[in-house]
């Protein structure tokens, strides 16, 4: 008998579909279904690997390539996607509210801040800007505690007025006046 997919789930009321389809002695296969009409998928087989599946566009039931993950890889993936997502929604947030701006901030190399942790920079208090999350390397740190360390190559995302992301770079730069 053909696997079938369970009545699938919906994420967070985005009108997103996610199905699941059982694969027995397999595992089990995860698909999504873009606003285009294409289908990816994820089989997570029982021994712990995964394939990503992307589907060929005139025939979508027909897989047109599989990509075996390791868990590094799958990983990355999952960073990379996640990071990209959470700074659009932020982007599209600072776009809808008149004022409020989302700017991804560079720890520059020299920074009296390097190696300290987030909470030795009082930005918050000194700018009137929040910063909401950090990335590092190809992972994201969202809504970081004062306790974070800020290391070489941290990329900081700070959301606030003109005035107070100017005034958290020239914090991270110079440190304060």
């Given at each position: 008998m ?10 967070a ?9 059982d694969?027995?002695?397999?595992g ?6 873009t606003?285009?009409g ?26 047109r ?43 520059p ?16 208090t ?21 306790a ?29 006046d």
């Amino acid at each position: 008998m053909p696997a079938a997919p369970d009545d699938g789930a919906t994420i967070a009321g985005v009108g997103i579909r996610i199905e699941k389809v059982d694969l027995p002695g397999i595992g089990v296969r995860h698909d999504l279904v873009t606003e285009g009409g294409r289908r990816i998928s994820v089989v997570s087989h029982r021994d712990g690997e995964r394939d990503l599946g992307v589907f060929d566009v005139d025939d979508p039931d027909a897989c047109r390539d599989s990509i075996p993950l390791n868990d590094d890889e799958a990983a990355a993936l999952a960073d990379v996607l996640g990071t990209s997502v959470m700074l659009s929604r932020l982007t599209s947030l600072s776009d809808e509210t008149a004022g409020l701006y989302t700017e991804q901030i560079a720890l520059p190399t020299d920074s009296p801040y390097l190696n300290h942790r987030l909470g030795d920079t009082k930005a918050r208090t000194r700018t009137h800007a929040s910063i909401v999350a950090i990335v590092r390397d190809a992972a994201i740190i969202p809504s970081p505690t004062p306790a974070e360390m800020l290391r070489a190559g941290d990329v900081l995302v700070v959301v606030g007025t003109r005035e107070g992301l100017d005034g958290v770079a020239r914090l991270l730069a110079n440190g304060p006046d």
